[in-house]
Each structure stands twice: as C-alpha cells, then as structure tokens.
C-alpha cells in the first residue's frame, strides 16, 4: 500500500517503485537494505502487473506492464479482449520503468514478452511519428517516444518503431532556440529536452534528429543559475538539475556546466528528515530525492554510482542489460 499522499498517483505505483530502487541502487545500498526474499516479492509482484496477449489476439495494443494493479482484476489471457481491455491494460512509462525495476533487482527479463510489448509500440506509434501512451489516448508528446526508445534498447528490438518518422517528429518539437518542447509548437521545456534527446542518442540519431547541437546546448546552460530551471523566468529546481544536465551530458557539453553551484544548489533541497524536495522550502518525495542523487551523481559526487544517462539507470543496471544472455545479443 502507498503512504497516504500517494494515493494519488496509484496508477503509477511502478514508477513511484523505480525513484526507490534507483535511489537506493545510486547510493550503493540497494543489496543492503532489500533482502534476496524482498527482490523475489517484489519481482513476483512486477509481474503480476504484466499485460499479455489474449487468445483472441485483439489486445495486442494493451501488453506491456500496467502501473499497478489498481483496479482490482487479475489478467486472465483466457478473457476475450471486450472483456478487459478498457479496465486493464498497459501504460508506455509504467513498462520502461518495470523493465528498469527488474534490472535493478537482477531479473533476467525472461519473463518479458517482448514480442507483444514490441507490437504494442507499434500500435501506439501514430501515423505523424508521435507515440501515445496507451491505446486510444489522446496524449501525444516525447515523454513517451522516449520511453519507447528506451524499452526498444532495453529489449534490444527496435523493429517496433519507425525511428524515420520518430526522427522526423522530434525535429517538429525544437523551438526557434532548438530546446525541445513537449508538443509541436510549445515552448522549450527541459523535461522534454532531455526526453528527445535521449531518445535520438538511443536511436543513434543525434546528428539527424537534432536541428542545431549547439544553440541547444546554449539554451540548456542558460537555464543554469545555481541549479537549473526547466523554462526561462521560472525558479531553479532539483528535477531538472538531471533533465538538464543530463541533456548536456548527452551532448558532451556537461563541463561547461557550474559544477560547484549546481552542487550547491542541490545540497540546499535536500531535506533534514532525509532526501530532497524540490526547491530549498519543499518537502521532500520520491522523485525529487531520485533526481537529486541522479544530479549529483552526474558530478561525480562520492560515494554514488554512475549514471547511464540516456535510459536514466545506475550503471549497476546497465551493466545487467549488457550481460543479459536473453535479449542482449
């Protein structure tokens, strides 16, 4: 059960589990404080949450994994899609971090059906090169081409995605700065900065998918005042201190950064009852105490590991993905 202020975001049990783990995983304690019998559980109850195909074939645009078991059903493969599909099926963010989840536990993934999850990516990819998040959602931004290119990498198959009109519908998202923005025609955003390029340096698509490096590297330092704002005029914010500034380290432009005010900065969110907040006034939560050791970590911060920027994992679980027999090949 989530504590009572997250109730809220139950749907999205699996990625509020993906800021513990990770965290734990950046500060070198997730063997130490989850017990072999804990990462089964939690393993077993990932799982649970895996949306497959039904016999009659017609939810192929529902697999992957749900964000929790929410609304009370249990999959049944046996149920004809009409029975279920629009109560129960998967979400594109809640699979990328169920996938990370399992890496970060030292699942194999040979469970996954990656087969199914790959033909639901392409289901959801729309005919502009847009991704929506489930089937039938009217939502269309980079947060979820990003995570689609991510799963793509994860399960090593990208036969999902049409990365040409993927390319090409990323470069309609670059402002007249050449930030991204989360729609087309929507101003620079450093959320969505980091998602597109991301998902490009995935892909392999830098070099196509980015209209001009360095104006974009431009924006992303003037975003930089102590920590980093995700838009101009706004206040500096512990999330984007990683959204950006692993942007930049996208790029290989992260040494122009400030590293002493950003690090600064981020020592004044965190909290004294223990992870960081957003600013130096909020109360701590899950993914701001996430993104600030992944900040941190960026600085080389002793004590953390590493990041793999680029699918948002410690490289303890990139590691994992490379030596995993099943599906890295």
């Given amino acids: 059960m989530l504590p009572s202020p997250y109730t809220e975001t139950e749907t999205n049990r699996m990625t509020l589990a993906f ?10 304690a997730l063997d130490s404080e989850i017990s072999d019998h804990n ?6 109850w990932i799982y649970a949450q895996q949306i497959v195909p039904s016999e009659d074939g017609q939810n192929d645009a ?10 009370g059903r249990s999959f ?9 599909q629009h109560y129960d099926s998967s979400h594109i963010a809640n699979t990328y971090t169920a996938l990370l989840n399992l890496l970060l536990l030292g699942d194999d993934l040979s469970r996954v059906d990656a087969k199914a999850i790959v033909k639901t990516i392409r289901c959801l990819q729309q005919e502009d090169g847009s991704i929506a998040p489930t089937q039938g959602s009217l939502e269309r931004d980079v947060r979820f081409i990003f995570c689609a290119s991510a799963i793509s990498y994860i399960l090593n198959d990208w036969s999902g995605l049409n990365i040409e009109k993927t390319i090409g519908y990323i470069k309609t998202l670059q402002s007249y700065e050449c930030g991204i923005g989360q729609s087309s025609g929507e101003e620079s955003h450093g959320g969505s900065t980091f998602c597109g390029v991301a998902a490009l340096t995935l892909m392999g698509k830098q070099q196509e998918g980015l209209l001009d490096k360095a104006k974009l590297i431009k924006w992303c330092l003037d975003r930089q005042s102590t920590g980093f704002q995700g838009r101009p005029n706004k206040q500096p914010d512990t999330c984007y201190c990683f959204w950006i500034g692993a942007s930049l380290e996208m790029v290989d432009a992260f040494d122009l950064v400030n590293h002493d005010n950003l690090r600064g900065f981020l020592m004044s969110t965190q ?15 899950v993914l701001h105490s ?11 911060e002793p004590g953390l590991q590493t990041m793999n920027t680029s699918i948002n994992l410690p490289t303890a679980g990139v590691d994992r993905l490379k030596n995993n027999s099943v599906f890295w090949k």
Wanted: charge should be negative; charged fraction near 25%; aromatic fraction near 14%.
């Fill in 19 to 28: 800021f513990c783990l990770g965290g734990l995983e950046l500060l070198g």
């Fill in 39 to 44: 990462k089964k559980d939690w393993i077993e």
């Fill in 62 to 71: 529902h697999c992957g994994f749900r964000g929790s078991p929410w609304s």
């Fill in 76 to 84: 049944d493969s046996n149920k004809t899609s009409c029975e279920y």
């Fill in 271 to 285: 909290t004294q009852m223990g992870g960081f907040g957003k600013d130096d006034k909020s109360y701590p939560d």
């Fill in 290 to 300: 996430y993104m600030g050791l992944a900040a941190l970590s960026l600085l080389g």
